[in-house]
């Protein structure tokens, strides 16, 4: 028979907004609760990429030296649209701390975030928990979370809930709060494959040809994930091709893995297909509810903003809530909401900022009339000629928070003392 649970705040979903949110509230001596539906951290993932305010941010933490030997550092990016390389970026040329993105397998970094929370006493994570009701005062307030899980229903009641459940947020949809998603006007289709040996491991490579394009990432330890754009529910269409289409997609894109994707991929099931969409969602939070991460501002793939947005939310959230829970208070919901809508003014307009990048891209790599790509290539040698325009564009993805100028008021101090064992950390 499962128990409930009380906490001052719990979060569902610990991927990284989730547990660095509870880590970070733990380390304030806020009593926090993380509800998980897997019983491990070993999932596959697609968003493995960390951009270098992340990396800073880790670093800040008190992270990063924790995760050593486990990502790619990645020196370059590099764009080849139509056979010849327009726009090559070299990241040591960025006057910052941590100029380097990195390939880091989300397994590792939640192993960290979890194992780092788990000494401190009021930190609770309940894995193989599924979220599929919110509790409500009469009022219409959240109080918490009801949860499915193996020995039965439990309930964790809480002042605060935080939806910290990614991108198709199931508390987003129990919640009522009005969310709109755009899509996009391409899917992508995942695959990973050995590396290539004539490349080497620490480029981004971009590869367009017309209006298709791919990217080619490196991924720890030795294999590349590719992502290959189609139209907009265009995968039966191509699905009805065979598997044949695909490969010939790679050999005009990148004829190095001509032979490698033959030999690795035969069917569909080696590949798996993202839905590209951003959700707009005008208020993030309700009495008793905020939400966070891909739950409040779904980005795409490029650029790695996705895990990018999710640290910082849990970084720039937790400190303003923890002064109105030390001690063990319980904050009025309307001191609650005034905090929650300060959380949302900070952190918009630096979401907003990432998804205009996101999309003006996404654009650029969708042409495909002559003229069109035509023009596309002279503005990226435009943009490599010049070094300035160069840094000022990546820094808009890439350095806003070491830039100075993306999230006002981030404070990353928290109390100093080392973390009281807690009897019971996990069920």
């Known amino acids: ?188 289709i995942w695959l990973k494959l050995p590396f290539p040996a004539e490349w080497d491991a620490a480029t981004y490579r971009v590869r367009i040809r017309g209006g298709q394009h791919g990217l080619f990432i490196p991924t720890h330890p030795d294999d590349v994930r590719v992502g290959l754009n189609i139209p907009k529910g265009g995968l039966k269409e191509l699905r009805a091709e065979g598997i044949s289409a695909l490969h010939r997609r790679i050999d005009a894109l990148a004829p190095e893995l001509s032979e490698t994707v033959r030999t690795h991929v035969k069917g569909w099931t080696d590949t798996s297909m993202l839905d590209i969409f951003t959700a707009l969602v005008p208020r993030w939070h309700r009495p008793g509810l905020v939400l966070t991460g891909d739950a409040a501002h779904t980005l795409s793939p490029i650029l790695g903003q996705g895990v990018n947005h999710a640290v910082i939310d849990a970084v720039t959230l937790a400190p303003m809530l923890a002064p109105h829970f030390a001690g063990g208070r319980t904050p009025s919901i309307p001191l609650l909401d005034s905090v929650l809508a300060e959380f949302q003014a900070v952190r918009e307009p630096s979401v907003a900022r990432s998804r205009g990048l996101q999309l003006r891209q996404e654009r650029m790599f969708a042409l495909e009339q002559p003229w069109q790509v035509r023009g596309r290539q002279l503005l990226y040698r435009l943009v490599d000629r010049s070094p300035a325009l160069k840094q000022r564009i990546l820094a808009g993805a890439y350095f806003q928070l070491q830039g100075g100028d993306g999230v006002p008021g981030l404070d990353l101090t928290a109390p100093a003392a080392a973390p009281v064992p807690a009897a019971a950390t996990s069920k």
């Open 1 to 188: 028979m499962a128990e409930d649970v009380t906490a001052q705040v719990c979060v569902v979903g610990g991927g990284p907004a989730g547990l660095a949110l509870g880590l970070e509230l733990a380390r304030r001596e806020v009593r926090v609760t993380v509800v998980e539906q897997s019983a491990t951290n070993a999932r596959s993932f697609r968003g493995e990429s960390i951009s270098p305010d992340s990396v800073w941010l880790l670093d800040r933490l008190g992270l990063l030296p924790k995760l050593r030997g486990s990502f790619l550092e990645m020196r370059r990016m590099e764009i080849t649209d139509g056979g010849r390389t327009v726009l090559r970026a070299e990241f040591a040329d960025f006057p910052y701390p941590h100029p380097y993105p990195v390939e880091l397998p989300q397994p590792a970094l939640l192993s960290v975030l979890a194992e780092q929370a788990a000494p401190f006493e009021g930190f609770q994570l309940l894995r193989r928990a599924t979220a599929v009701e919110l509790v409500e005062a009469a009022d219409g307030t959240v109080t918490g979370v009801r949860c499915r899980t193996p020995e039965g229903d439990l309930t964790v009641h809480a002042t605060l809930t935080v939806a910290a459940d990614g991108r198709f947020s199931k508390i987003r949809e129990l919640s009522g709060l009005a969310a709109t998603k755009v899509p996009l006007d391409r899917d992508v």
